[in-house]
């Protein structure tokens, strides 16, 4: 019997759903900037665990394959005592980002179906330097700082961050703790030959939950940030972004740095990871609010609220309980949006958020991989 019900209860929604009521999760809407541009679909609700796609070229990503991928969980030994490998202060990466001011139109805050990204297009000074190897040759690139001995003669490449963006919960975690929040800096290095191609190296931020205030720092962010994917909103004019003031302090700059990967398809490898150990605040409130812009909305077609129909009259005939119901309604909702996204437009849809979401990857093997801790200097 409930094999004969079942299709019946399926073309129901299906037809439901084409008119009216959709339901998506972060990186599946019809507006989303998340949508393949040639490469496979990815989302993170296997938290990239099924990302065995192909780039838009159809080069298969490296996420499932590569050794050096990232996040990782740091070892004990590189977090919280003093037995792991350290980076000596004259080889240390030094952070230095200035305020960046909103004329009101340069800094753009985007949910693009995988995260809230933060990016800009005036120029700004900020940088990170990193050391490598005085006499580099072609072969040097920005994660030779790992293999340097104490007393290597160092110059310093720059590091020049171009977007940022967070994770909910943390993709690394410390010694087997994770976080609710983190956020990477992503950075491009110029001027080392080995790095013509492009090398880049990530700053990652732990934030754990207060119960205290907002973390006023990101409140500009926060104040403007999109819930619906594709949606980008400018910072208006006089707002800030201090950087600086999202890392933790000088005096507790400790970090762990490694070589890994993008977190996100095509899991690119050679990066230059540091993950500061000082965790930063975030109000629950904050917390909250980043979930709920990652996660599960109930979207209606606005024009067609007044044609939609009771066509559900076989639903009634059927023996699930109503959670079950609900939950089969999501989620062919849901699957059901990648055929409306070619006809609908986001400005057709009121969106209500009906679960928190999250857009983390899982941690990765290290494989031997050298980690090393710098210690505030
Ligand atoms: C804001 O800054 C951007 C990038 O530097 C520039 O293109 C734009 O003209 C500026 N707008 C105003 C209103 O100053
Ligand atoms: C750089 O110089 C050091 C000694 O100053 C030497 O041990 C090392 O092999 C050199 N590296 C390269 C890539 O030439
Ligand atoms: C640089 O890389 C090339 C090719 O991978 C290799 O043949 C060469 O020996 C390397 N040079 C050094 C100094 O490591
Ligand atoms: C919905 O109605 C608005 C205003 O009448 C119209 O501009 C828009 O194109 C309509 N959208 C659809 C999908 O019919
Ligand atoms: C609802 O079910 C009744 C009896 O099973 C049927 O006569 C009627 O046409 C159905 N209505 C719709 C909208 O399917
Ligand atoms: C409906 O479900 C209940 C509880 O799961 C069960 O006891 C009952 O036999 C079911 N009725 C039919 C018609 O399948
Ligand atoms: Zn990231």
């Not at 209500?352 to 899982?362: K, L, T």
């Not at 990765?364 to 050298?370: A, N, V």
């Amino acid at each position: 019997m409930a094999q004969t019900i079942l299709p019946l209860l399926l073309g129901a929604l299906l037809a439901i759903s084409s008119v009216s009521a959709c339901i998506y999760k972060y990186g599946t809407s019809p507006d989303s900037l998340a949508a393949p541009h040639g490469g496979s679909h990815w989302d993170h609700g296997r938290n990239g665990e099924d990302w065995d796609g192909v780039d838009a070229a159809g080069k298969p990503w490296i996420c499932m394959s590569g050794k050096r991928q990232s996040p990782i969980n740091v070892p004990f030994s590189n977090v919280l005592d003093n037995t792991g490998s350290h980076v000596p202060s004259s080889l240390q990466t030094k952070w230095s980002y200035p305020v960046l001011v909103s004329n009101g139109s340069n800094i753009q805050v985007i949910n693009n179906g995988h995260t809230i990204q933060v990016e800009w297009t005036s120029p700004w000074t900020g940088n990170a330097k990193i050391a490598v190897p005085a006499n580099a040759t072609d072969n040097t690139t920005v994660t030779s700082v790992l293999h340097m001995k104490p007393d290597a003669r160092a110059t310093y490449v720059t590091a020049t961050p171009y977007q940022f963006h967070f994770h909910a919960t943390s993709e690394h975690l410390l010694a087997g703790r994770y976080f609710p929040l983190e956020l990477h800096i992503v950075h491009k290095v110029t001027g080392l030959p080995g790095c013509a191609k492009g090398c880049y190296t990530v700053t990652g931020i732990l934030f754990e939950l207060s119960d205290g205030a907002d973390n006023s720092v990101l409140n500009s962010i926060w104040y403007n940030m999109p819930t619906r994917e594709g949606e980008i909103k400018h910072l208006p004019k006089g707002a800030q972004i201090e950087l600086g003031r999202l890392i933790p302090k000088t005096s507790e700059r400790d970090y762990v740095t490694y070589e890994g990967s993008l977190t996100t398809p095509p899991c690119s490898e050679g990066l230059l990871w540091h993950v500061f150990t000082q965790p930063q605040k975030i109000s629950r409130a904050q917390w909250s609010q980043y979930r709920a812009a990652v996660g599960l909305k109930d979207c209606t077609l606005k024009n067609a609220t007044t044609t939609t129909t009771e066509t559900t009259n076989t639903t009634e005939t059927t023996n699930t309980t109503s959670s079950e119901h609900v939950h089969r309604h999501h989620r062919l909702h849901r699957h059901l949006l990648s055929e409306e996204a070619t006809t609908s437009h986001p400005e057709d849809y009121t969106c209500e958020i009906v679960q928190y979401g999250s857009n983390f990857r899982v941690s990765q093997l290290t494989y031997g991989r050298t980690i090393k801790v710098a210690r505030a200097i």
